[in-house]
T-cell receptor
Framework: DVKVTQSSRYLVKRTGEKVFLECVQDMDHENMFWYRQDPGLGLRLIYFSYDVKMKEKGDIPEGYSVSREKKERFSLILESASTNQTSMYLC????????????FGPGTRLTVT | GNSVTQMEGPVTLSEEAFLTINCTYTATGYPSLFWYVQYPGEGLQLLLKATKADDKGSNKGFEATYRKETTSFHLEKGSVQVSDSAVYFCALKGGGSGYSTLTFGKGTMLLVSP
């Protein structure tokens, strides 16, 4: 079974802090994704990566950056957290390129105070 | 661009009732269509899929038929169980895209009572 793990289930940070959300997948998937999930808005794609050191902006990249130094790990970075970034963050992976089935992690609920 | 519209919830049903969750889409070309399910406290998982017009996807008693003429992919189940309580997301992947990005609807919460 594919396993996608996220470093924390719950995280509380202060406004202005730099925040790292980590995601690791164990199936050698090429594609990895970061979404945020908000009530009434569904899932919105922040960034995705189709290879090591490659990244592409999704629909809402402002205020976020990503890092993919190794194939299995994809990090989401909030350079200076703000209260409007309080959300559920979901990581996903898929293989091969063009595949439609994404495998999701359990999510990290981030609260910025 | 691509978009997915699904009915707002929550949908509240009694056990063994019939379920329909509506989903319509806008896309260029020939998209593939999906339903994902999110159980409480978990990430999303693929429930079923259809990759071309008139295909019917099915899994765990759920079904959905890809209707190109009405641009719809409604989710149905003949008899729901309490364990089906979850949030259901309709999604599409644009035809011909080299990447795996999906466009999701806003999700519909289903609550099933005994």
């Amino acid at each position: 079974d594919v396993k996608v793990t996220q470093s924390s289930r719950y995280l509380v940070k202060r406004t202005g802090e730099k925040v790292f959300l980590e995601c690791v997948q164990d199936m050698d998937h090429e594609n990895m994704f970061w979404y945020r999930q908000d009530p009434g808005l569904g899932l919105r794609l922040i960034y995705f990566s189709y290879d090591v050191k490659m990244k592409e902006k999704g629909d809402i990249p402002e205020g976020y950056s990503v890092s993919r130094e190794k194939k299995e790990r994809f990090s989401l970075i909030l350079e200076s957290a703000s209260t409007n970034q309080t959300s559920m963050y979901l990581c996903a992976s898929s293989f091969p390129p063009g595949s439609y089935e994404q495998y999701f992690g359990p999510g990290t609920r981030l609260t910025v105070t | 661009g691509n978009s997915v519209t699904q009915m707002e919830g929550p949908v509240t049903l009694s056990e063994e009732a019939f379920l329909t969750i509506n989903c319509t889409y806008t896309a260029t070309g020939y998209p593939s269509l999906f339903w994902y399910v999110q159980y409480p406290g978990e990430g999303l998982q693929l429930l079923l899929k259809a990759t071309k017009a008139d295909d019917k996807g099915s899994n765990k008693g759920f079904e959905a038929t890809y209707r190109k003429e009405t641009t719809s992919f409604h989710l149905e189940k003949g008899s729901v169980q309490v364990s089906d309580s979850a949030v259901y997301f309709c999604a599409l992947k644009g035809g011909g895209s080299g990447y795996s990005t999906l466009t999701f609807g806003k999700g519909t919460m289903l609550l099933v009572s005994p």
